[in-house]
Nanobody, 121 residues
């Protein structure tokens, strides 16, 4: 059974930094795209950043230049480094994995349980 487990959320002052990490566990051959999304209270879930197995990245305009996504394909982990945090970055951050190849099937649009990030002004 595949699971995505996030870690690293917390409370930080504006201008500070946090590092989130997500690890996919289970018997996994490959994962096409991994990424991070976030959902603030009363708002829809939105893209933060994604990264393909080949290393191509995509960022939301609101985080470009401040957040950096990376990936370890061998360990199936996807860290997100967040610098210069703003109060508007406050949200629950969710890890996502799409097209997970296992010995038995392919899994699409898989989500972690989320981790809270709170930025105080």
């Amino acid at each position: 059974q595949v699971q995505l487990v996030e870690s690293g959320g917390g409370l930080v002052q504006a201008g500070g930094s946090l590092r989130l990490s997500c690890a996919a566990s289970g018997i996994i051959f490959s994962i096409n795209v991994m990424g991070w999304y976030r959902q603030a209270p009363g708002k829809q879930r939105e893209l933060v950043a994604t990264i393909t197995s080949g290393g191509s990245t995509n960022y939301a305009d609101s985080v470009k230049g401040r957040f950096t996504i990376s990936r370890d394909n061998a360990k199936n982990t996807v860290p997100l480094r967040m610098n210069s945090l703003k109060p508007e970055d406050t949200a629950v951050y969710y890890c996502n994995a799409d097209r997970i190849r296992t010995p038995f099937t392919q899994l699409y649009d898989y989500w972690g349980q989320g981790t809270q990030v709170t930025v105080s002004s």
